[in-house]
């Protein structure tokens, strides 16, 4: 709600802010000549301290004309009326002082020089007018500043202390108010020394703004000449993403590292260091503007009801947890099985309980999914109304060197806690599966898929006979069954975000694994929101696919980074740049592109990023005994067994020729003497030996 004592004001002030420049430098200038006036009559005043003997329109008048005649000039040639009055800044107030000393020094000169006039002109009236000069002039610009900012009371950046020029230089992107805030806080806090602003505004260009000139982006290459900027700080947090984008693709081309402001709130706490400055958010580069999330949907399978999240210390599910918090609900469980991820997002969110003053129930629940008892336990005493089950093994190397841990935790514990949702009367379960399930070439892949295929299974059955209970009746299914599937996240664990910006950071090699991989990418909270609202949307049964935009190449986001950290690439071309890009083959089981809908046909949706995908799936009691096959093969340790049901099962699964190829004993038929984790892809050099086994 708006403050009464500002409306009265506000139409004034937007008025003259509307003004155009030259509207803006005439009142500007006509205002000086006035003052210019009241100082040399007050000059008068004060030292004859009789109104009678001064003579504006007489004998004085003379004195009148040249002393504008005089100050107008100077104050032009010294970038006066090029100052953006409401971003004055320390540079800009030192500027009037020289202006008005250097006016009032030869007005001093042509009143010595006149010698033709009778009436009393006493010297010291020079300094008087020097010094009211100095209080009108420069005053009301500080006071305008103020009335245009809105801040009466903040006057720390009076000091006129020079900036040390040993400091590192640095141009900030965007003019307007966060760039300004920014200026002001990294000369206040002696960390970099501001020496220039890059504005997209055209009016803006040539025009002085806290005392630092502006350039427009194409005068880019004379800012660096001109300024000797080192770095430059994006201080835009307006622009859309798509803009950040076409910003940063045009930086590229200058040899600069890129920065990002910090929070508007470090700098109005002042606490502003250099370590504050962010690198660049590298979603900034995908280009793609977020949706605005639709409220009804976010809140629908939360608000006031209890909500569980499975792998709550996850990276996907950590961020459900935060989007779930600030959506109302009455109780939240964390259910995960790392002490450490739990201990975590457990303190994070307390924190965040006891400073929003929020009355929810926060409850963390150490388990596995694959403890189908605990999951029933957990979802039956706290009364669950909604399970997002997060919780999965997702590293595709790491998963394809151990099967039987991939396979039990992505399929059978999603078994397992489905299953325990129906026997709980849990009324909505959102599976948040992945690309790779899509024709997988991965056991990864291959999991996640046979994991959405039984809820599409269970979704299909009225009355359900559960997989492994023998001794149980058919259960009543009154849960309703929802698959979100989406690629890559920006910043998760096992991310190549982290890997590129530590390995610039040690000097390189970059490594990536082949020249043409491609991958779909999208934000850690873009991917929670979309999940959440997809999973409000589902009737039962229905796999959702997250609209991801573009597939980005690897290779081109590598060669971004570089760039963007003020570096360059190590090529043939130029064998002296700092980071080489190294090639280092495809991993197991890894795709070079990732696709996101089996079949080719997907409907839209109420939200313009979500997509209803129509795919085949089998019915319960034939999928139900391919996973009792499935299962004595895990125990058995049969791999060859394991790939065989997974490739007649899980439609378009094809392992990486190299799987069986260099290990044929995994082939059907083919036996196995060794431990599980040897029969998979382990390049030759990796291999444990006796010694370490």
Not at 37 to 56: G, S
């Amino acid at each position: 709600m708006k403050s009464p004592l500002k409306e009265p004001s506000q139409p004034i002030r937007q008025r003259l802010l509307d003004l155009s420049h030259g509207h803006k430098r005439l009142i500007q200038v006509s205002v000086d000549v006035l003052l210019v006036w009241l100082a040399l009559w007050l000059a008068f005043y004060i030292r004859l301290e009789d109104m009678r003997l001064i003579r504006p329109f007489g004998g004085h008048a003379w004195l009148f004309l040249s002393a504008p005649a005089i100050a107008l000039p100077i104050f032009v040639r010294l970038g006066m009326y090029r100052a953006v009055m409401r971003y004055l800044g320390n540079e800009a107030l030192l500027t009037i002082a020289k202006a008005v000393s250097l006016s009032a020094l030869l007005l001093g000169v042509v009143v010595i020089l006149h010698t033709h006039t009778t009436l009393l002109i006493p010297r010291s009236m020079i300094f008087n007018y020097w010094g009211l000069s100095l209080l009108l002039i420069g005053g009301l610009r500080l006071a305008m500043r103020q009335y245009f900012t809105g801040d009466w009371f903040n006057l720390r950046e009076l000091s006129f202390r020079r900036p040390n020029d040993c400091l590192p230089r640095v141009a900030i992107y965007g003019a307007g108010s966060a760039g300004n805030q920014l200026a002001h806080a990294l000369l206040m806090g002696h960390a970099l020394r501001p020496v220039a602003f890059i504005d997209d505004d055209a009016h803006l260009a040539g025009r002085t703004i806290a005392g630092l000139p502006v350039y427009a982006p194409e005068q880019l290459p004379r800012m660096l000449k001109e300024t000797g900027a080192a770095e430059i700080v994006l201080a835009i947090p307006s622009a859309s993403r798509s803009r950040r984008r076409e910003i940063l693709e045009m930086l590229q081309a200058h040899p600069l590292p890129v920065r990002s402001m910090p929070s508007i709130a470090k700098l109005a706490c002042g606490r502003l260091t250099v370590n504050d400055l962010q690198e660049v958010d590298i979603a900034d580069l995908l280009g793609r503007d977020a949706v605005p999330l639709q409220p009804e949907l976010q809140e629908r399978c939360i608000r006031e009801q209890v909500v569980m999240v499975t792998g709550a210390g996850g990276s996907i599910g950590a961020e459900l947890c935060r989007q779930i918090l600030a959506n109302g609900p009455a109780t939240l469980i964390l259910f995960e099985h790392s002490e450490y991820n739990l201990y975590s997002i457990h303190g994070e969110l307390e924190q965040r309980v006891r400073q929003d003053g929020l009355t929810l129930r926060l409850v963390p629940v150490l388990g596995s999914v694959r403890h189908g008892a605990r999951l029933l336990d957990t979802l039956r005493h706290w009364g669950v109304d909604t399970l997002y089950h997060a919780a999965a093994y997702k590293h595709v190397p790491l998963v394809e060197l151990n099967v039987s841990e991939g396979v039990f935790n992505n399929t059978f514990g999603t078994l397992r806690a489905a299953q325990a949702a129906v026997r709980a009367g849990v009324r909505n379960f959102v599976l948040i599966s992945t690309d790779k399930a899509v024709r997988p070439t991965n056991v990864m892949g291959g999991s996640k898929r046979l994991a959405e295929m039984v809820l599409q299974a269970f979704s299909r059955e009225r009355e359900l006979e559960l997989f492994d209970e023998p001794g149980l009746a058919p259960q009543p299914n009154r849960t309703r069954f929802t698959m979100v599937r989406f690629g890559n996240v920006l910043g998760s664990s096992g991310s190549v975000i982290p890997l590129f910006r530590e390995q610039i950071r040690s000097g390189g090699p970059i490594t990536v694994t082949h020249p043409e991989i491609t991958r779909y990418f999208m934000t850690i909270p873009e991917a929670a929101q979309l999940v959440i609202q997809a999973g409000a949307m589902g009737e039962g049964g229905d796999v959702f696919v997250l609209d991801m935009g573009e597939p980005v190449k690897i290779l081109d986001l590598a060669e971004k980074m570089v760039r963007l950290s003020g570096l360059s690439l190590r090529t043939k071309g130029n064998p002296d740049g700092d980071i080489e890009i190294r090639f280092i083959g495809l991993r197991p089981g890894e795709k070079l592109y990732e696709e996101l809908l089996i079949g080719d046909g997907a409907t839209p949706t109420s939200h313009s990023r979500i997509l209803r995908a129509h795919e085949e799936h089998l019915p319960w009691q034939e999928l139900k005994l391919r996973l009792e096959a499935l299962a004595g093969a895990l125990e058995a340790d049969d791999f060859p067994r394991i790939r065989e049901l997974l490739q007649g099962t899980v439609s378009g699964y094809r392992p990486s020729p190299e799987i069986l190829e260099r290990h044929p004993q995994e082939q059907p038929g083919g036996g196995h003497t060794a431990p599980a984790w040897m029969h998979l892809v382990v390049p030759q050099e990796a291999r444990p030996n006796s010694e370490n086994p």
